[in-house]
């Protein structure tokens, strides 16, 4: 695996990754240098079907005929594997799975389910849940049931944001198969659009950093997410004795830099030291995940709300049907 002639160690993190065709890590472009490295050597995630989390471990399913590895956390770094009970591929959805603690949780984003299971613990658990549904134009015959896009995990709990109001509630796990949804009483945001009046999209991501809880939304008018965002703004979760209710920052930390958007779960956010990868400090590193003509990367200045887009983009010429993703370090917590 990755050793010290590793593309893959060689290579400063976070990584964006770009999967081949075939759905294998490819080429990746590293934030602390601003190459693209076109050799990465990721060989566990060949043939196999992978989740990464904000933790910077990797949820791997391997093709290897050993049962008591055919699942595993993985370290891309260092080849590093924690031990997990199997879990069928057939199950597993493709999207992103947050990681609270010593839990893992995988979500789908196709239907309201998620699968959990602890480390050390012996099998997975598959959960269902009821939002309700969506609200869609008449046009839209079948009826669409809601489910969790954004989720992050804070103190060894799994927290998730609901996509119409933003307000706040925690994922709590049954014993009888389904998992209960629990609000916690916050009030809404009423300033990520400019005004009450504008339509547009925003994309939100949910962001767990030093055991602080964020909210970063980046905002389009109308409804192409394509060049540069609108607007943008961050909010910090004050769970203070007041009240619990998200405040606006323009500091998400001194020495942190968060990683935004991608592919594998478009709404995939994870924080990182800023002196420690090479980055700048107080930034978003957004990627598109929305549209499928922009693959560009924007560096968000949290302080004075300033907007670049990296020129000339990561992987300009790459002729791919997948959207790269984010790797980070597994120390992006620590640091």
Same mark, same amino acid.
């Given at each position: 695996?990755?050793?010290?002639?590793?593309?893959?160690?060689?290579?400063?993190?976070?990584? +964006?990754?770009?999967?081949?065709?075939?759905? =294998?890590?490819?080429?990746?472009?590293?934030?602390?240098?601003?190459?693209?490295?076109?050799?990465?050597?990721?060989?566990?995630?060949?043939? /196999?079907?992978?989740?990464?989390?904000?933790?910077? !471990?990797?949820?791997?399913?391997?093709?290897?005929?050993?049962?008591?590895? =055919?699942?595993?956390?993985?370290?891309?770094?260092?080849? &590093?594997?924690?031990?997990?009970?199997?879990?069928?591929?057939?199950?597993?959805?493709?999207?992103?799975?947050?990681?609270?603690?010593?839990?893992?949780?995988? +979500?789908?984003?196709?239907?309201?389910?998620? !699968?959990?299971?602890?480390?050390?613990?012996?099998?997975?658990?598959?959960?269902?849940?009821?939002?309700?549904?969506?609200?869609?134009?008449?046009?839209?015959?079948?009826?669409?049931?809601?489910?969790?896009?954004?989720?992050?995990?804070?103190?060894?709990?799994?927290?998730?944001?609901?996509?119409?109001?933003? /307000?706040?509630?925690? +994922?709590? %796990?049954?014993?009888?198969?389904?998992?209960?949804?629990?609000?916690?009483?916050?009030?809404?945001?009423?300033?990520?659009?400019? /005004?009450?009046?504008?339509?547009?999209?925003?994309?939100?991501?949910?962001?767990?950093?030093?055991?602080?809880?964020?909210?970063?939304?980046?905002?389009? +008018?109308?409804?192409?997410?394509?060049?540069?965002?609108?607007?943008?703004?961050?909010?910090?979760?004050?769970?203070?004795?007041?009240?619990?209710?998200? &405040?606006?920052?323009?500091?998400?930390?001194?020495?942190?830099?968060?990683?935004?958007?991608?592919?594998?779960?478009?709404?995939?956010?994870?924080?990182?030291?800023?002196?420690?990868?090479?980055?700048?400090?107080?930034?978003?590193? !957004? %990627?598109? /995940?929305?549209?499928?003509?922009?693959?560009?990367?924007?560096?968000?200045?949290?302080?004075?709300?300033?907007?670049?887009?990296?020129?000339?983009?990561?992987?300009?010429?790459?002729?791919?049907?997948?959207?790269?993703? !984010?790797?980070?370090?597994?120390?992006?917590?620590?640091?």
């Amino acid at each position: 695996m990755a050793d010290g002639s590793s593309p893959s160690a060689a290579a400063g993190y976070p990584l +964006l990754v770009q999967r081949s065709n075939a759905g =294998s890590p490819a080429m990746a472009f590293s934030l602390s240098d601003g190459k693209t490295h076109d050799d990465v050597s990721l060989p566990e995630m060949h043939s /196999s079907t992978y989740l990464q989390t904000p933790q910077g !471990w990797v949820l791997v399913l391997s093709s290897s005929s050993a049962p008591e590895m =055919s699942t595993f956390l993985l370290d891309p770094r260092d080849g &590093r594997k924690v031990g997990l009970p199997p879990l069928d591929e057939s199950e597993l959805p493709t999207d992103n799975a947050p990681d609270a603690g010593a839990g893992v949780v995988v +979500l789908s984003l196709q239907c309201p389910a998620v !699968w959990f299971c602890r480390v050390g613990g012996e099998r997975w658990s598959t959960h269902t849940y009821d939002m309700g549904y969506f609200s869609l134009p008449v046009e839209y015959r079948a009826p669409k049931k809601r489910h969790l896009f954004d989720v992050a995990g804070v103190g060894g709990r799994f927290y998730f944001c609901e996509d119409k109001d933003f /307000s706040l509630g925690t +994922l709590d %796990f049954t014993g009888d198969g389904e998992v209960a949804l629990v609000a916690v009483s916050v009030p809404g945001i009423d300033d990520i659009f400019p /005004s009450p009046d504008s339509s547009g999209i925003a994309a939100t991501y949910l962001v767990e950093s030093r055991g602080d809880l964020y909210l970063a939304a980046v905002v389009f +008018l109308g409804f192409r997410a394509e060049g540069p965002p609108h607007k943008f703004s961050v909010y910090r979760m004050d769970f203070s004795a007041a009240g619990p209710a998200w &405040r606006r920052t323009a500091d998400i930390g001194g020495d942190r830099a968060f990683v935004l958007g991608g592919g594998g779960g478009g709404n995939f956010g994870a924080s990182c030291s800023a002196s420690g990868c090479g980055v700048r400090a107080n930034c978003l590193y !957004w %990627f598109n /995940s929305f549209s499928p003509d922009d693959n560009n990367l924007h560096v968000l200045s949290v302080g004075d709300g300033g907007v670049e887009t990296v020129a000339p983009p990561p992987f300009e010429h790459a002729s791919c049907v997948h959207k790269p993703f !984010w790797l980070v370090p597994t120390t992006n917590n620590t640091a």
